[in-house]
């Protein structure tokens, strides 16, 4: 077991080095500000990081406030890790770019006990409301030393209407942190304490009774982003990508925090995530059609953008400074309803225009550029307020988008069409049947790897089987019912056919429907006998060979 660890370990560090060191190997100092409920985790990872890159790590804990004033007062440091609301502050400040800001861990507000008192109930607002009455005396924070922990622990007694009652109950601790509660609980007989958890969690004759029930709680995800003007960048990102790796989980979890990033998302260089796993018909859990690539923990690339994918990307931690290039496979409105909400106000955060594909048009259905105008033209579009998406100057503050550097995907040309090649990345369009809907398929090559968004469609184009042929990642649309037959979409059994004849590493089914799954998946297992992934909203899938 230690073994395993020490070897993950190694691995994790060396993937670091790999993707930030490049062709620069000199040791760097890097100065950071961290915010003191990321000091438990910090001491545990940096003299792992320090002896596996070479780097030295300066760290300057402080209070929220404290770091804000260092940084306004001009003192500078190569990053920050600090609460989400704090690098917010930065960001806007324009110290730090909204792009580089990862999230590290998550701390909520609970209660811990004298190891051997007897364990309040807290499972309920009610049960704690009862259990606050009950007690002898509660420590937390005095408010004088600062924070949000304790202001939030007074409102939460005035909402349960106990504020009277636990006046002379309340003892403040005379430090802040860990400190202050090992003080009070070797120096005082107060058996219980609120604080944010992992202020418990070092101190030995204390134990977690949990976080605050329902909405009584107050969660803080911590941050870490590299300021502008930093002196060692890469090293910076190494460490911030190392307080994502798997042995930082390990840590962050015994530190008695919770980790605040995707771990599936972050497990290989390319991963594929589905935003929606739905289609046209409303579902409690699933979104409409959207996907995103991920290389190197960034958001490249958007396929689609169906009702629900504004949130399912904010969710993701996506960021539209990241995106190489956005893909649209047809314009039916479960693949492209939330194209104006994801993108109005875009300007705001992203400069650079975004490279924009799409299909061309027919006699039925207008392409791309038409259809993006109709929504977006300044003279008569639907949204005038963006007409700064299709190249209109910004007037004023109303608004606008990030322009769009659109190119139509010639849907008669029945051959794959190189559209990009940037950024590390090949990507590949084919036209495929879809009723009459111009509709397209995209592959994407990147780091020796290889995925599919097949899109809706038939699956009757012959050619989309050799455009298939040996991708790692699959991504089909399994639209309808086992059994059933439909003008637009494949049956579960073509599905596994094409998955089957192209070889690919592994199917992901998506888009599907309010029908019975387990029974399409097995007429799917007919025809298919590969590792097979059942869509799921959020769900992150590596692409490896
Ligand atoms: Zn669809
Ligand atoms: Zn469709």
């Not at 590290?104 to 309920?124: Q, Y």
């Not at 070889?503 to 799917?524: Q, T």
């Not at 992934?533 to 899938?541: E, F, K």
């Amino acid at each position: 077991m230690i073994r395993k660890n020490k070897l993950l370990s190694m691995h994790s560090i060396f993937i670091a080095l790999l993707v930030f060191a490049g062709n620069s190997i000199q040791a760097a100092e890097l100065k950071i500000f961290g915010a003191i409920a990321m000091q438990e985790i910090t001491a545990d990872l940096a003299p792992k990081f320090e002896r596996a890159t070479g780097h030295k790590l300066v760290v300057i804990p402080d209070t929220l406030g404290g770091i804000i004033k260092r940084i306004e007062g001009g003192e500078s440091a190569d990053l920050v890790m600090l609460p989400a609301p704090g690098i917010s502050n930065l960001v806007r400040q324009g110290k730090a770019a909204d792009a580089d800001v990862r999230n590290i861990a998550r701390s909520s507000v609970g209660m811990a006990i004298r190891k051997g008192s007897n364990k309040p109930d807290i499972s309920t607002p009610e049960a704690f409301r009862k259990s606050m009455l009950a007690s002898k005396s509660v420590f937390i924070s005095d408010p004088a030393q600062g924070g949000f922990v304790t202001p939030h622990l007074l409102n939460v007694f005035a909402r349960l209407g106990i504020s009277e009652e636990m006046k002379s109950k309340l003892v403040f601790t005379k430090t802040a942190g860990t400190a202050g509660i090992q003080e009070t609980i070797s120096s005082s007989n107060v058996d219980i304490g609120l604080n944010q958890l992992q202020e418990f969690s070092p101190v030995s004759s204390m134990e977690i009774v949990g976080p605050l029930p329902g909405d009584l709680g107050l969660t803080t995800t911590f941050a870490g982003v590299v300021l502008n003007g930093a002196k060692e960048t890469q090293a910076a990102q190494a460490w911030i990508s190392f307080l994502r790796s798997p042995e930082a989980a390990t840590v962050i979890r015994a530190k008695g925090m919770e980790v605040a990033w995707s771990e599936s998302c972050n497990a290989s260089p390319v991963t594929v995530q589905i935003l929606g796993s739905g289609g046209p018909v409303v579902s409690k859990d699933r979104a409409s059609s959207s996907y995103l690539l991920w290389i190197d923990g960034r958001s490249r690339m958007l396929v689609d953008m169906g009702g629900g994918a504004f949130l399912r990307f904010g969710q993701a931690e996506a960021k539209l400074t990241d995106l190489s290039l956005a893909a649209m496979s047809h314009f039916h409105p479960d693949h492209v309803a939330d194209l104006p909400a994801l993108f109005w106000l875009s300007n705001r955060v992203r400069k650079e225009p975004l490279p924009f594909f799409g299909p061309s048009g027919n006699a039925k259905v207008p392409g791309v550029n038409e259809f993006l105008s109709r929504l977006f033209d300044v003279e008569r579009g639907a949204f005038q307020v963006m007409g700064t998406a299709m190249g209109a100057p910004q007037v004023g503050d109303e608004g606008g988008g990030v322009k769009l550097d659109v190119s139509a995907v010639d849907i008669t040309k029945n051959e794959p069409i190189t559209i990009f090649e940037r950024d590390g990345m090949k990507v590949t369009a084919l036209t495929i049947p879809h009723g009459n809907i111009p509709a397209l398929a995209y592959r994407v090559e990147t780091r020796g790897v290889s995925v599919v968004f097949s899109s809706d469609q038939t699956g009757t184009n012959p050619k989309f089987v050799d455009f298939v042929r040996g991708s790692n990642v699959l991504i089909m649309h399994m639209a309808i019912a086992a059994g059933t037959t439909n003008a637009l979409h494949a049956a579960p059994a073509v599905i596994g056919r094409i998955a089957q004849q192209a070889g690919v590493g592994r199917l992901i089914v998506s888009h599907i429907g309010p029908f019975d799954v387990n029974a399409a998946v097995l007429e799917l297992r007919t025809t298919y006998s590969g590792p097979l992934t059942i869509g799921a909203d959020l769900q992150c899938t590596p692409v490896k060979q």
